[in-house]
């Protein structure tokens, strides 16, 4: 017996010694839970309850939509009298186009610019030292406690002050000055990258902008998209703030259009909850195809976001 296999016997042998990497995997898989088939049936159990709850109401609505005023509420997912016309009527009815079209702008002016606008403002809280920073940023982040409803009246004031209170702008423009949220989010990513990049790159002779743009983007890739994402969502849903400033039917967004759809066919209207269906799944769709667009881009943000913990 060699000198080295002498060592690594009287290793092995050593009470405090590592375990082998075999039974290292076992304890792993072990912690994993309930193994086997039967572990796998319960998890496949719980999946399809879990899919079925959620896609219940969806395909319920989905199914309103193609029934006739009588047979909505039957709970019946395949109708029995099926009938398509409720979608050529909602677009005859109303200028469904137009709203599509308001929201699709909108959403998109107000997702590209808190991702930017919230981006530099986490970056320059990640990488810049200065006095009182800390003491500056909790006091971005205690905005969050604010509820929404107490910046309504002054926000309108000042937007009535300006003279476009009656106009689309106050549906995007504020996200220009960043979100709380997001400059969290984006924050603590940032904290994140090695600071030996950036300071190899300002010893190189680049700029901060250059930092910002060349470095700090593409590594953040995957929280930019998620923020892009988040924002895409909540604008598009956002019906608050267009009740309050859009009073003409042409500059509705859709969740301010469905509202005039169900005040019209809906309570206290003429009672053709298929119409309002019919209108819920076209306001509806675009969210469910932009989340299967970005499916990957999304979990991958989360995931990553996770990790940085």
Do not use: H, M
């Given at each position: 017996m060699t000198v080295l296999d002498e060592r690594r016997t009287n290793d092995a042998e050593a009470p405090g010694a590592a375990p082998?990497?075999?039974?290292?995997?076992?304890?792993?898989?072990?912690?994993?839970?309930?193994?086997?088939?039967l572990g796998r049936a319960i998890r496949m159990?719980?999946?399809?309850?879990?899919?079925?709850?959620?896609?219940?109401p969806f395909l319920w609505l989905v199914s309103a939509s193609f029934k006739p005023a009588q047979q909505v509420f039957d709970?019946?997912?395949i109708p029995e009298t099926f009938k398509p016309g409720n979608y050529s009527e909602i677009w005859d009815a109303f200028p469904m186009l137009t709203w599509l079209w308001n929201s699709t702008v909108i959403t998109l002016a107000a997702a590209v610019a808190v991702t930017i606008s919230s981006g530099l403002v986490a970056f320059g809280f990640a990488y810049f030292r200065f006095p009182g920073r800390n003491v500056l940023f909790a006091l971005v982040i205690g905005t969050m406690m604010l509820p929404g409803t107490v910046l309504m009246v002054p926000q309108y004031l000042i937007w009535d002050w300006m003279h476009l209170s009656s106009s689309q702008l106050p549906l995007w423009a504020p996200n220009l000055f960043g979100s709380a949220f997001y400059i969290f989010l984006l924050?603590?990513?940032?904290?994140?990258?090695?600071?030996?990049?950036?300071?190899?790159?300002?010893?190189?002779?680049?700029?901060?902008?250059?930092?910002?743009w060349r470095i700090a983007v593409p590594l953040c890739k995957p929280a930019l998209l998620v923020t892009f994402i988040f924002e895409i969502q909540a604008a598009w849903t956002d019906l608050v703030r267009p009740l309050i400033y859009l009073r003409d039917p042409e500059l509705y967004t859709v969740p301010r259009g469905l509202?005039?759809?169900?005040d019209q066919f809906g309570e206290g209207g003429e009672w053709r909850w298929e119409i309002v269906a019919t209108a819920s799944v076209i306001v509806t769709l675009p969210m469910i195809l932009i989340f299967f667009l970005?499916?990957?881009h999304f979990t991958e943000g989360i995931a990553t976001q996770g990790r940085k913990g």
């Open positions: 082998p990497a075999a039974k290292r995997r076992r304890t792993v898989g072990e912690r994993r839970g309930p193994a086997g088939p159990i719980l999946l399809i309850g879990c899919s079925i709850a959620f896609l219940y709970n019946a997912l924050r603590q990513f940032f904290l994140g990258l090695p600071r030996e990049l950036f300071e190899a790159a300002r010893v190189d002779g680049a700029s901060y902008w250059t930092l910002y509202k005039a759809v169900l970005c499916q990957r």
